[in-house]
């Protein structure tokens, strides 16, 4: 399994940017779809989840309204569109898949992925 994170880069707080995740060797296509961020000398923390192939999608707090996330099951690829980017949005940003269903609680829970991405970073300057 290989999940294949794009999309990172520098951008000016109120920007945008869109990141990518694409899923392979899944032997029935990835479940569950999440973005996870790690900012220096912070834990990781779950940013947006689809919770199956057509959803329901769960948002942190700190995101929501400003973060959109999709996927195109066809290409077995996630996306997260970022708008109105602020300082405290800039880490490693993660993709993370399960090939089974998870209960909500536990969606934002690291440590239930197996399956990761190698981290786009994102820079935002104020």
């Known amino acids: 399994v290989q999940l294949q994170a794009s999309g990172g880069g520098l951008v000016q707080a109120g920007g945008s940017l869109r990141l990518s995740c694409t899923a392979s060797?899944?032997?029935?296509?990835?479940?569950?779809m999440c973005w996870f961020r790690q900012a220096p000398g912070k834990e990781r923390e779950g940013v947006s989840c689809l919770n199956g192939p057509r959803g329901p999608t769960y948002y942190a707090d700190s995101v929501k309204g400003r973060f959109t996330v999709s996927r195109d099951n066809a290409k077995n690829t996630m996306y997260l569109q970022m708008n109105s980017l602020k300082s405290d949005d800039t880490a490693e940003y993660y993709c993370?898949?399960?090939?089974?269903?998870?209960?909500?609680?536990?969606?934002?829970?690291?440590?239930?992925?197996?399956?990761w991405g190698q981290g786009t970073l994102v820079t935002v300057s104020s």
């Open positions: 060797g899944f032997t029935s296509g990835p479940y569950v």
């Open positions: 993370a898949a399960r090939e089974f269903r998870i209960i909500v609680g536990r969606i934002f829970d690291p440590t239930v992925y197996v399956n």
